[in-house]
């Protein structure tokens, strides 16, 4: 071997062992690197029994960053100055149902005339309770849709006056640890799907074209809940009565309600939004106070919508008896009632058993006409705006629908026509096309469709359980604008409640329910018409910036703590100036939450926060208490 070869090969070794040392620093580096920056997702871990999780924080697969904005002070800085962070205690253990707006005591201060004490009123802003609802001792998660909908764990909703009040009805049993919920119903003692295959062969329920419906009166919502399989979306409401709990137990079962009543102001949606309203003995005096009532279900019915009536006074013919009330007393009621759908110029198109069907005109070319002969009605004045009804007074009016072309045919939609579901979803509302809302061009509602596909995309990276089929099902959209959140999670098995707040720059909740989707108007400063507990998941999208000079953001906070369940989840996005102050809020709530940066990147002053509320329950009572230390 001469001396070329020994330095040859002497050479290759100590390349070798250079490469080799190189190596092993880059993959020194790069572990280090990831034990330094995970990716956390604050989500709490709950297995199907509902037990009480272990809090924990579970990995990702996302690249999304959690950003860390505590100020960081070398040696020569004084030491920082921090704020005690807000506690907020726990509300005692009775007001785990609590329902700020719809409190029994507070509404005996109003008129009974009407059932006006029985609607919405607020406590004054003094008046608020500055602590966290308590979930129930012993509450689970609820069961996943589609099986909620025929059970509901007892510990969740623990009242059993509707198992005893409609045994006969079967709307509701208690065996051992849950209810169950047969899909009876006052009317419907087949159940609730038979009662909707016999409504389904006077109308067409399968086509499409009805998608959108109002249940007055809703009981536990079975008609709803059934009629979620035939892509028909009910907006149930009942009032808080003697029959404890029946909106609860709607949202227990994963089904759309809200708490409500037809007493003096309207129902807080737009007009022409519902494509069927439906009333299966909701006892509401429809032909009575000028027939006011049945002016209110006018106003938001789309043009050419259907109004159900079964119950009293239907068939009274032949059962008056079981009513309990004279011949007399039933007729004159149903006579009542036909008057004034004949003044709305609604047409009467079926009566089968115990089933009525009525249907509002296309549009009001005739219906003016007609107003020679019957003066009342009156047309409301053009200066009412028909979607206003945040504490609007009902009016004994007529709403008109948009002009139409006197030379066109009387089946032409007043507003324009909507098409049928499910290319209505995305199709450009006729409200966007017809320029109602100027700022919003069929070019801007298509980008704002495409924007929020790829938001909830990104979401779904953030919080894995959005993505999760089955893990949410009741979700709420605080700041709803065009409805693209809801849109964008149309073919996931979950329902939302798209919000329009009535500071929101633009009444867009009408374009919403074109859209085929449902939602309500709200003043994010009061309480919603709602139970503690009703949803899974919350999305709040610049509501912190809206109500800035409004009312202070932790009353927000408080509100979505009430109505978010345990282990939900929520999104917040703003300006990180305001999340920061979010952030250090949610701490006093035992939220667990981190700030990420905006879809585009880090580069974009608003981000997101995505938290998650942790489980905890009142204690356990007194007598379970000892009896566990008996046992021990």
């Not at 807080?268 to 494509?275: E, G, Q």
Request: charged share 25%; glycine share 6%.
């Amino acid at each position: 071997m001469n001396l070329f070869t020994r330095i040859s090969s002497r050479t290759k070794k100590s390349n070798l062992y250079y490469v080799t040392l190189v190596a092993l620093l880059l993959v020194g580096s790069y572990l280090l690197g990831v034990w330094q920056n995970p990716a956390v997702n604050p989500r709490a871990a709950f297995d199907d029994s509902g037990a009480a999780p272990c809090e924990k924080f579970s990995k990702t697969t996302t690249s999304t960053r959690d950003l860390d904005f505590d100020a960081h002070h070398n040696p020569r800085d004084p030491p920082p100055v921090t704020e005690t962070a807000v506690n907020f205690p726990s509300c005692d253990a009775e007001l785990s149902e609590n329902t700020p707006c719809e409190d029994a005591k507070r509404s005996l201060k109003f008129p009974r005339e009407r059932l006006e004490y029985r609607q919405r009123h607020c406590p004054e802003r003094d008046e608020t309770l500055k602590c966290r609802i308590p979930a129930p001792y012993g509450y689970k998660t609820p069961f996943r849709w589609p099986e909620s909908r025929d059970v509901a764990w007892f510990a969740n909703v623990p009242h059993t006056e509707l198992t005893v009040e409609k045994k006969n009805q079967n709307w509701v049993r208690y065996e051992n640890d849950r209810f169950w919920f047969p899909g009876g119903g006052t009317m419907f003692p087949r159940g609730a799907d038979a009662y909707i295959d016999d409504i389904g062969r006077l109308i067409d329920l399968s086509d499409g074209s009805i998608r959108t419906a109002i249940d007055t009166g809703c009981g536990v919502a079975s008609f709803g809940a059934y009629l979620l399989s035939r892509n028909i979306t009910t907006m149930s409401f009942a009032p808080r009565d003697t029959h404890e709990a029946q909106v609860q137990f709607a949202l227990e079962r994963g089904v759309p309600a809200m708490i409500g009543i037809m007493a003096t102001i309207r129902l807080p949606y737009p007009s022409r939004a519902f494509d069927l309203a439906h009333c299966s003995r909701c006892l509401i005096p429809w032909g009575q106070n000028d027939g006011v009532y049945l002016m209110e279900v006018d106003r938001v019915l789309r043009p050419g919508g259907y109004w159900i009536l079964s119950g009293p006074p239907i068939n009274w013919q032949k059962r008056w008896k079981g009513w309990e009330r004279t011949m007399d007393d039933l007729n004159a009621e149903q006579t009542q009632i036909e008057r004034v759908a004949r003044s709305l110029c609604w047409k009467k198109v079926f009566q089968r058993d115990d089933l009525a069907i009525w249907q509002k005109p296309y549009n009001h070319i005739h219906c003016k006409k007609t107003r020679q002969v019957l003066k009342n009605p009156e047309f409301c004045r053009h200066d009412q705006d028909p979607d206003m009804a945040w504490y609007t007074k009902m009016d004994s009016c007529l709403t008109p629908l948009p002009e139409v072309d006197e030379a066109e045919d009387l089946k032409t939609v007043a507003g324009g026509k909507v098409e049928k579901w499910p290319a209505r979803l995305n199709a450009v509302p006729p409200r966007v096309n017809s320029g109602d809302l100027e700022e919003i061009t069929p070019e801007a509602f298509l980008e704002n469709t495409k924007l929020w596909k790829q938001r909830v995309n990104y979401y779904k990276q953030l919080d894995y359980h959005l993505g999760e089929t089955g893990r949410y099902r009741n979700l709420l959209d605080m700041n709803a604008y065009l409805g693209g959140f809801a849109a964008a999670l149309a073919d996931d098995p979950v329902w939302v409640m798209n919000v329009v707040p009535v500071e929101a720059k633009l009444n867009t909740l009408g374009v919403i329910y074109e859209r085929g989707l449902i939602g309500t108007y709200q003043n994010w400063c009061e309480a919603m018409s709602t139970y503690p507990r009703t949803y899974d998941f919350i999305h709040a999208d610049s509501v912190f910036s809206l109500y800035q000079d409004k009312c202070e953001p932790e009353d927000i906070l408080l509100e979505m703590d009430r109505i978010l369940r345990p282990g939900g989840g929520v999104i917040i996005r703003d300006d990180v100036d305001i999340l920061i102050k979010v952030k250090e809020l949610t701490k006093g709530l035992q939220w667990e939450g981190r700030i990420a940066d905006h879809e585009k990147g880090p580069h974009e002053r608003v981000k997101i926060y995505y938290a998650v509320k942790q489980y905890w329950t009142v204690p356990a009572p007194e007598e379970d208490k000892n009896n566990t230390s008996a046992l021990s």
